[in-house]
Each structure stands twice: as C-alpha cells, then as structure tokens.
C-alpha cells in the first residue's frame, strides 16, 4: 500500500510568518523583476495602473428617468442590461429621427 503525504496541520507550516533575517534579506520588486523578467516586461509590471483603460470612443454620462417598466424589462435580462437599452436606442435611431 502507498504510504500517504502527511497534510499539513496549519497554513503557518507551508507559510511561515517572516523574521527580522527574512526582512533583512528581502529586496523590492524594481530590484528582483528585471533579472526575472527583463528590463522592458519589469518596466511595464512596475508602471502604475490605475482605473479602466482609456476607451477610444467613451460613453457619456447621463442622467436618465425612464418608465418602470421599461427598466424593468431590461433590467429583467440580467448583466448587461445597460449595454442593450443603449443597443436598442442606436436601433431606434435607425429608423427615426431624435427631433
């Protein structure tokens, strides 16, 4: 019969909790990364992210009262929902003039 791996009895024996010898050894990551990864893959890893990206064609943010029930129908839909009352609006303006 094979002999069973001993599970670990607590997350503290596979992650130790650090001691003054293991900060000490510590560096940053702008230190470490490049030898890893490169200079370039490093510099693109360190670059602060921040928020969504820039979109080529942003949305504009409106204001908008709409009746219940037409909320409700979209909404009903699931994840989305916004993303299709805007599809259905480009659809209207097909066919119809805003004025």
């Not at 504009?60 to 909320?71: G, K």
Request: aromatic share 6%; net charge positive; hydrophobic share 40%.
């Amino acid at each position: 019969m094979a002999e069973r791996r001993k599970q670990s009895t607590s997350i503290e024996d596979e992650n130790p909790e650090w001691t003054a010898e293991d900060f000490a050894l510590a560096r940053p990551a702008s230190e470490v990364l490049p030898k890893l990864v490169g200079t370039a893959a490093a510099t693109e890893m360190l670059r602060p992210k921040r928020g969504r990206p820039v979109s080529a064609n942003p949305k504009a943010h409106v204001n908008l009262r709409l009746d219940p029930d037409v909320v409700a129908a979209f909404r009903a839909t699931g994840r989305g929902w916004q993303t299709r009352l805007n599809s259905a609006l480009k659809d209207w303006l097909k066919d119809h003039s805003p004025a």
